[in-house]
């Protein structure tokens, strides 16, 4: 659902605009050199390319999340978004990433103390069982103590043993 949400909302942000397809008339982004470029803008470009459709809108989202924010290229989407998007851009992106970051921190800790709290649960029984054994293995080896020492008791003294 949220990574549904957000890549939608990343979609109609930073996606294409319109119908037509820069990435037909324009060079790979990765290889622009001419930021002033009115028709083949960077960010543009990779917007189309990232955000162009729900699926691959979601999978850059799914990436962000990841803490994966290059290009094809080796290039930051974040830069050029930043440069181009500026305040908007980086309140959208921290506010996403303070989310994704604490979620996935929630998550791992919520794991880790799930476990713990299980292992001391099993612990626990392990110990009771231990006990209950330790006491009938205590009271047996008495039992048998004790019936060796009246049956040398009856020898020694020469009486039946009763």
């Known amino acids: 659902g949220i990574l549904y949400l957000t890549g939608l909302f990343f979609r109609l942000t930073f996606g294409p605009t319109g119908e037509e397809r820069l990435m037909d008339i324009c060079p790979n982004a990765d290889d622009i050199t001419d930021y002033d470029d009115p ?7 990779y917007g189309e390319e990232y955000f162009g459709s729900m ?9 962000f999340m990841l803490l994966d924010y290059s290009t094809r290229g080796g290039k930051s ?27 996935i921190f929630n998550i791992i800790s919520a794991i880790f103390v799930d476990a713990t709290i299980t292992g001391l649960k099993h612990n626990d029984v392990k110990k009771k069982y231990v006990r209950q054994y330790e ?7 008495l039992t048998d103590l004790i019936e060796r020492v009246r049956m040398i008791s009856g020898e020694v003294s020469g009486c039946p043993v009763k």
């Open 135 to 141: 006491r009938r293995f205590v009271k047996q080896k």
């Open 77 to 103: 989407l974040v830069i050029a978004f930043s440069e181009e998007y500026g305040f908007f851009f980086n309140i959208c992106f921290g506010t996403w990433m303070i989310i994704v970051i604490f979620g």
């Open 55 to 63: 699926q691959v809108a979601m999978f850059t989202t799914f990436r």
């Open 39 to 45: 028709v083949c803008k960077v960010e543009e470009l």
